[in-house]
């Protein structure tokens, strides 16, 4: 079956530093790949997605490439500020009709001023 | 897109009560689902329900649980006697037109006591 498997949290950063977050995936087909920000006491916020190999999605500075010969996704910033602070979920969407997400276990980020 | 709308935020219910959550407006659209995340864990899926009708379910969405759009607006899921362990953020969430990304609500928030 389908499965995410995301860098361990919590990450801290200070601010204007780089993120890297790791996201590596199996699945079956072509999925489509996406991450997911969840600030505190929020809900799900889509933050970028690829929807095919070497895709980048970027949103807010933040940016992703579908790697299919490694199988990841990874996500990049290169200068973090305080309100990036959040839960942030790899997941990807499988080929077959239900197109039910997958998530990985979240990464916990915190931007220190 | 019209955005995902749950209610109630925030349910505490005693251990045995059935509980209903609502997800409203989701006319127009065909893919619905349910996720939930247990705090400080990944969110995991719960079913998807397409034309009326469940298309898929994951093994946590056992016979407690259960999936209606009762009436064409919103679409229900309702825990039949909950237990300690289904305390829990329930998403609602929706496919775009484009059946390329899911939109999230904000969550309920439900506390078994």
């Known amino acids: 079956g389908n499965s995410v498997t995301q860098m361990e949290g919590p990450v801290t950063l200070s601010e204007e530093a780089f993120l890297t977050i790791n996201c590596t995936y199996t699945?079956?087909?072509?999925?489509?790949l996406f991450w997911y920000v969840q600030y505190p006491g929020e809900g799900l916020q889509l933050l970028l997605k690829?929807?095919?190999?070497?895709d980048k999605g970027s949103n807010k500075g933040f940016e992703a490439t579908y790697r299919k010969e490694t199988t990841s996704f990874h996500l990049e910033k290169g200068s973090v500020q305080v309100s990036d602070s959040a839960v942030y979920f790899c997941a990807l969407s499988g080929s077959g009709s239900a197109r039910q997400l997958t998530f990985g276990s979240g990464t916990q980020l915190t931007v220190l001023p | 897109e019209p955005e995902v709308t749950q209610t109630p935020s925030h349910q505490v219910t005693q251990m045995g009560q059935e509980v209903i959550l609502r997800c409203v407006p989701i006319?127009?659209?065909?893919?619905f689902y349910w996720y939930r995340q247990i705090l400080g864990q990944k969110v995991e899926f719960l079913v998807s329900?397409?034309?009326?009708?469940?298309?898929?379910k994951s093994e946590i969405f056992d016979d407690q649980f259960s999936v209606e759009r009762p009436d064409g607006s919103n679409f229900t899921l309702k825990i039949r006697s909950t237990k300690l362990e289904d305390s829990a953020m329930y998403f609602c969430a929706r496919l775009d037109r484009a059946a390329t990304e899911a939109f999230f609500g904000q969550g309920t928030r439900l506390t078994v006591v």
């Open positions: 006319s127009n659209h065909l893919y």
């Open positions: 699945a079956t087909g072509y999925p489509s």
């Open positions: 690829a929807t095919k190999a070497d």
């Open positions: 329900f397409y034309n009326n009708e469940i298309s898929e």
